[in-house]
């Protein structure tokens, strides 16, 4: 019998062949006359392999949803890509609104720009944003994790099959939230595959946000694709001197919109931020803010000489006010966020 995903799963079949083959009652005579006959004979295994019934039963048992783009389901946001994916490899939900955003970085991050990073992502997903990454380590976990624990909604988009995932270190995190790929079944993560996936997260969300990235950082084929999608692109600026932070520096530099915190982020989406509720402090958290009111733009050895504690012990109360959203940094000194 024709099928679709057998034809999907055939070699050499992309997404134009396979909408032109869409067009016949998909028979091996059909899809000879469109294709020709090398490939149509290729369909023809294909069908008489059973691999299309074998997908989906392996499947199923995953409890993954295979969504072809030969139907009505199919994401519009996808379909209108220039390569769009043959067939998606969905464990969870597709994104239940358009209000997404990409949240890309390095692996590699820095401690702040992890924690800046699940701030925001936290303070997002509680103002009814998605934010869509890769599942890679480094910042894309760190948005995965700060979007769940805003109790919002978050994808990660694979550069593997959805049973071969990678890297084994986000496999936990990954069980709490939904997984996309667009890869077979058994196809092993590759390095030629990673910037594949970029171009998903592009198309799902209305803006990407880099938030620390090299000067060759895969986050910027991200940037890239949203760009010729028409999306904005924002990037967190970093020091000057930090290789970590060359990426996003250009991308201002190029005419990224400059990002600072979440309600940058909401007004780039148009969203109105939601009122933030009073936030009682206590101990040496109310006594540094108290300082930091009548000290702006103060650094952390004056707030020590003012408070009477020790420069340690103001720096990791700064990292805990700015976690709540009510310090800001620049150049080394602090202020009321």
């Not at 199919?74 to 990409?102: A, D, M, Q, W």
């Not at 992890?114 to 944003?129: D, F, N, P, S």
């Not at 996309?180 to 993560?189: A, D, Q, R, V, Y």
Request: glycine content about 10%; charged content about 20%; proline content about 7%.
């Amino acid at each position: 019998m024709p099928d679709p995903l057998a034809l999907a799963l055939t070699p050499q079949i992309g997404p134009q062949r396979l909408q032109q083959a869409l067009s016949t009652d998909l028979s091996v005579e059909a899809v000879a006359e469109v294709l020709g006959p090398e490939i149509a004979a290729g369909y023809a295994r294909t069908l008489q392999s059973g691999l299309a019934e074998q997908e989906r039963a392996q499947a199923a048992r995953l409890g993954v949803r295979l969504i072809g783009l030969w139907e009505e389901d199919y994401p519009e946001v996808l379909r209108h890509l220039e390569s769009p994916p043959t067939v998606l490899y969905l464990k969870g939900e597709l994104p239940p609104s358009e209000r997404n955003i990409g949240i890309v970085g390095t692996r590699k991050a820095s401690p702040w720009a992890t924690a800046w990073t699940h701030k925001v992502a936290r303070e997002l997903a509680e103002a009814g944003i998605g934010i869509i990454s890769g599942l890679a380590l480094g910042i894309d976990a760190a948005a995965h994790k700060g979007a769940l624990d805003g109790g919002g909604y978050t994808l990660g988009v694979l550069g593997s099959a959805i049973d071969h995932f990678y890297p084994a270190q986000n496999r936990a995190l990954a069980e709490r939230m939904s997984v996309l790929s667009e890869f077979p079944l058994g196809t092993p993560p590759q390095a030629g595959l990673f910037p594949r996936r970029n171009r998903i997260v592009a198309a799902f969300s209305r803006a990407v946000l880099v938030v620390e990235a090299g000067e060759k950082s895969g986050s910027l084929i991200t940037a890239k694709f949203a760009a010729e999608l028409g999306r904005d692109v924002l990037a967190v600026p970093g020091r000057p001197g930090d290789t970590f932070s060359l990426g996003c520096n250009r991308l201002i530099q190029d005419g990224a919109g400059l990002v600072l915190n979440t309600e940058d982020v909401l007004n780039a989406l148009g969203v109105l931020a939601p009122k933030k509720q009073a936030v009682q402090l206590e101990g040496s958290e109310a006594k540094v803010y108290r300082a930091l009111l009548e000290l702006p733009e103060a650094l952390p050895d004056d707030l020590a000489q003012s408070t009477g504690l020790s420069t340690g012990e103001v720096l990791s109360v700064l990292m805990m006010l700015e976690l709540k959203g009510l310090v800001q940094s620049s150049a080394g000194r602090y202020s009321p966020a």
